[in-house]
């Protein structure tokens, strides 16, 4: 149980174009989705905490304008890259924590590595 | 400011030997320490969580040490094997439950 999944896994983009990212959980339901970036030999640093129904809370240094997140359900959150640039290249991986655990589980996609051009 | 500190150099060790990884942090008092394995191009996966009113964990070949004293964390891999080749994250919970992650550290088997 506790599977998050991801897509798309990889995905080649134009610099200026948008591109989004799901993450859904696939056995369980989760009010908190977390959105981490990790660069190449690098840790995974938290971008955003998305809540079902509620806004994002960024993390200092994010841009919300350019990093949307959305929540829409208990099973999927949508991270969009707006205006992509090279610089925006990098692994982005989602966790979820799971509805009524203790609130340290966390259960991580398999990440979606974003390449623009 | 706070910091979580892996060995940043890749560790070599043979089939069979004990791994042992470090994680140190400072600035910190977290309630719960994690430890992850993460493989090329993957997300992370976890393993362990040990409590700070704990001081070891064990499952099947792994053991984690946690010294809220010392700020210090081990991870220990016994007759270790080539599939156990893989980075591994050390990470932290702080306030609201996010959590913190090391740099980690390269793991090569060798048969």
């Known amino acids: 149980g506790a599977v998050v999944s991801q897509h798309p896994s990889w995905v080649i983009c134009k610099s200026g174009t948008s591109v989004k990212i799901e993450c859904r959980s696939l056995d369980f339901q989760a009010t908190t989705m977390f959105w981490y970036r990790q660069f190449p030999k690098q840790s995974l640093m938290l971008m955003a905490t998305s809540n079902e129904g509620s806004k994002a809370t960024y993390e200092q240094g994010v841009e919300k304008d350019k990093f949307l997140i959305n929540h829409a359900s208990l099973t999927l959150s949508t991270l969009t890259v707006t205006s992509a640039h090279p610089e925006d290249s990098s692994f982005y991986i989602c966790?979820?924590?799971?509805?009524?655990?203790?609130?340290?589980?966390?259960?991580f996609g398999p990440g979606t590595r974003l390449t623009v051009t | 400011s706070q910091k979580i500190e892996q060995n940043s150099e890749a560790l070599n060790i043979q089939e069979g030997k004990t791994a042992t990884l470090t994680c140190n942090y400072t600035n910190y008092s977290p309630a719960y320490l994690q430890w992850y394995r993460q493989d090329p191009g993957r997300g992370p996966v976890f393993l362990l969580l040990?409590?700070?009113?704990?001081k070891e964990k064990r499952k099947e070949r792994l053991k984690v040490t946690f010294d809220t004293t010392l700020k210090q964390s081990l991870f220990h891999i016994t007759a270790s094997q080539p599939a156990d080749s893989a980075t591994y994250l050390c990470a932290l919970n702080n306030q609201g439950g996010k959590l913190i992650f090391g740099q980690g550290t390269e793991l090569s088997v060798k048969p």
């Open positions: 966790s979820a924590r799971l509805l009524a655990s203790s609130p340290y589980e966390q259960y």
């Open positions: 040990i409590r700070e009113n704990e």
